[in-house]
């Protein structure tokens, strides 16, 4: 088949290797600014290119794109697209906003287009690894999620630190917990560049009981990426940087049993065996691209489909109005 990634500036080379590496489509690279497009000439010539996506849309062998650009282009590029019948790809998050998402899932349904959105760790190993573990209750009802991911990272232009982060750590709760944030509170700071945060802190509870703790920031000394999963039974540490033990599960918890005496309460800690299970090598963005294929192929439901998409896009919002209503001015002297 032929598909088109469009936008090749920092991700959508990845997108070009990996769909190139399946074998299974012949790729268009579509990119703006000529330099750049002339740079990943030369990283992939088996493939064509141009510089206007507008070209693609008369393209009538040409069956879907996977788009890269900035998030405040996603929804125009993914509407022109899905309105002649081709079926979309498009990088987390969907759009800037919950109302042009659900436009999107609306028009794909129209139109019988495939929908998919880019929550790459939807497809990493240790996460479907976890998935399982929680749903066959061997961690049993979970307390609460803590995730770290920070980094002293690119400082993005289009999107502050809550859109550009946030997405991957929300993607892995809701795909672990079948449930929807009721309350959320977020504190947040731009220190570098005015009126855009780069590091965030945000606390949510959810309708199941469970609350989670979310820290994203562009602005630490050292990458971290780990996530700490706690349940009545045991309790999990995701550490996506370990690349030997990037999950641990913890035969640990507290037992309580009924009090002797007024205002006492009697505690068992419990610190059991750690294990660590074993985890393939395959690339998430390998299975990421290959399942778009598929779902293009056979006219399946992606795993991460617009709705997918669209939950994690409302509970940003939500975290967002909470740094709204709550910032702090700081002025310089």
């Known amino acids: ?19 190139l590496s399946t074998g299974q489509a012949e790729v268009v690279g579509c990119e703006k600014d000529k330099n750049r497009l002339e740079e990943v ?13 507008r070209k693609l849309l008369e393209d009538k062998d040409l069956k879907a794109v996977l788009i890269s650009t900035p998030v405040n282009t996603h929804y125009t590029i993914a509407k022109d697209f899905i309105c002649v019948g081709k079926d979309v ?7 800037e906003s919950s109302v042009k998402a659900q436009e999107l899932i609306t028009l794909a349904a129209e139109n019988e287009c495939v929908l998919m959105v880019g929550h790459i760790f939807e497809y990493n190993d240790a996460v479907i690894k ?11 009802d979970l ?51 005015d009126g855009l945060p780069d590091v965030a802190f945000v606390q949510m509870a959810f309708d199941c009981g469970m609350i989670a703790d979310i820290q994203v920031g562009w602005l630490a000394p050292s990458k971290v990426r ?19 033990e990037k999950v641990k599960i913890y035969n640990s918890g507290v037992d309580f049993e009924d009090p002797h005496d007024y205002g006492e309460f009697l505690l068992s800690y419990r ?9 393939s090598n395959r690339e998430p963005l390998r ?26 896009i409302k509970a940003i919002e939500m975290a967002e109005k909470s740094y709204e209503e709550k910032r702090i001015v700081y002025k310089k002297d």
């Not at 976890?130 to 049993?140: A, F, P, Q, T």
């Not at 045991?234 to 940087?241: A, F, L, Q, R, S």
């Open 89 to 95: 790809f498009a990088e987390k998050p969907l759009t």
């Open 226 to 244: 780990k996530t700490i999963i706690v349940g009545s039974k045991k309790m999990i540490v995701y550490d996506e940087t370990n690349p030997q």
């Open 143 to 193: 307390q609460y999620i803590t995730s770290t991911r920070v980094n002293l990272g690119i400082h993005r232009k289009d999107v502050n630190v809550l859109w550009d982060l946030a997405p991957h750590d929300l993607s892995i709760i809701f795909k672990w917990v079948d449930s929807n944030p009721v309350s959320v509170s977020t504190m947040a700071k731009a220190s570098v560049v």
């Open 130 to 140: 976890i998935d399982d573990i929680i749903k066959n209750d061997e961690v049993g």
């Open 271 to 279: 610190s059991g065996d750690i294990h660590s299970p074993t985890l």
């Open 287 to 312: 299975m990421e691209t290959e399942h778009f294929l598929e779902c293009v192929r056979e006219r399946k439901k992606p795993r991460t489909d617009g709705y997918n998409a669209l939950r994690v």
């Open 1 to 19: 088949m032929k598909v088109a990634v469009i936008g090749l500036g920092y991700w959508g080379p990845n997108l070009m290797r990996s769909v």
């Open 41 to 53: 000439k030369r990283m992939f010539p088996n493939a064509e290119y141009i510089d206007d996506y």
